[in-house]
């Protein structure tokens, strides 16, 4: 790397906004659109578990030139790489790999048992950095969209708790879902994002008084399934809060795809992959 000194720090020792501001630097020029505001930083570091002392701030020749942060939960001792990335100044010149290494190394040192991510799958820098490194593909993921949805109101639906919501998703959900779609993550969210049931249908989204909403969750009891209760479901709340714009973020199994694309959904050309590396 042309002589230049790298070293890391510790997130923590950086005040909320510097890290925000560089947050920022690091994904300029993405793939997609990314900029973080401060509320929205705090929040995911509360409903992600992001833990900043296990976070990194890169310094090239003691400059921060990039961004990692790293989120932590569970007996099973597994981390997340939530966010990484590097201004544009540093890109191309192995930073990212240099970065990558001294997280892995650190994740082994701690007693990490596995090591989780997610990455656009368009974007091949990145998941070729990822691979080399040993990461494994778990799945793709997919994002979809419905504009059209028609007012019907039904008064059948009963909101539940989404502490209650993320209990479901443990007890009923596929047992390696996205970190950001497990129980533990639902289960944090809170107000303005709300939970429904009908009957044993369940689901989680994001304000549905706003134009454009987010679907969290979607499941059914297990006991249930194939009787298509998850399409009823997903026609019933449309119905209630007709006129929005309805995503499903790019963060859901694409086996799960066929549902949505029962209840009128169209597949997004952004995808993922989750990726899964053991230690």
């Known amino acids: 790397m042309g002589g230049m000194k790298l070293d890391t720090k510790p997130a923590s020792d950086y005040p909320t906004p510097d890290l925000v501001q560089l ?38 020749d003691g400059e921060p030139s990039g961004t990692a ?38 994740a082994r040192a701690r007693g990490d048992r596995e090591m989780v991510l997610e990455v656009i799958e ?15 593909t778990v799945r793709r993921l997919i994002s979809l969209i419905r504009r059209d949805a028609k007012p019907d109101p039904k ?45 044993r249908a369940y689901i989680a989204i994001s304000n549905p008084d706003v134009e454009h909403v987010v679907i969290w969750s979607l499941l059914v009891e297990t006991e249930a399934r194939g009787k298509g209760l998850a399409v009823g479901l997903l026609e019933n709340i449309m119905a209630n809060h007709a006129g929005k714009t309805w995503h499903v ?11 949505f ?4 959904f169209q597949r997004e050309e952004l995808s993922q992959w989750q990726m899964r590396l053991g230690l």
């Open 122 to 136: 368009q974007n091949e820098p990145a998941v070729r950095l990822y691979k080399k490194q040993g990461f494994q």
């Open 249 to 259: 973020p790019a963060l859901f199994p694409e086996e799960l795809g066929r549902v």
């Open 261 to 264: 694309e029962r209840a009128g």
């Open 23 to 60: 947050l920022n630097l690091s994904f300029e020029d993405y793939l997609v659109p990314v900029r973080f505001e401060p509320s929205q930083f705090l929040t995911m570091l509360r409903k992600d578990n992001i833990d900043l002392d296990a976070s990194r701030v890169l310094l090239a």
């Open 155 to 199: 008064n059948d639906l009963q909101e539940i708790d989404l502490r209650e919501m993320g209990q479901f998703i443990l007890r009923h959900g596929l047992p390696d879902l996205p970190w950001q779609l497990s129980g533990e993550t639902i289960g944090l969210l809170g107000p303005p994002a709300r939970a429904f049931k009908c009957g």
């Open 69 to 106: 942060l790293i989120a932590r939960r569970g007996t099973l001792r597994a981390s997340r790489l939530a966010a990484m990335g590097v201004i544009k100044e540093m890109r191309g010149k192995s930073a990212g790999s240099w970065l990558m290494e001294g997280l892995i190394r650190e």
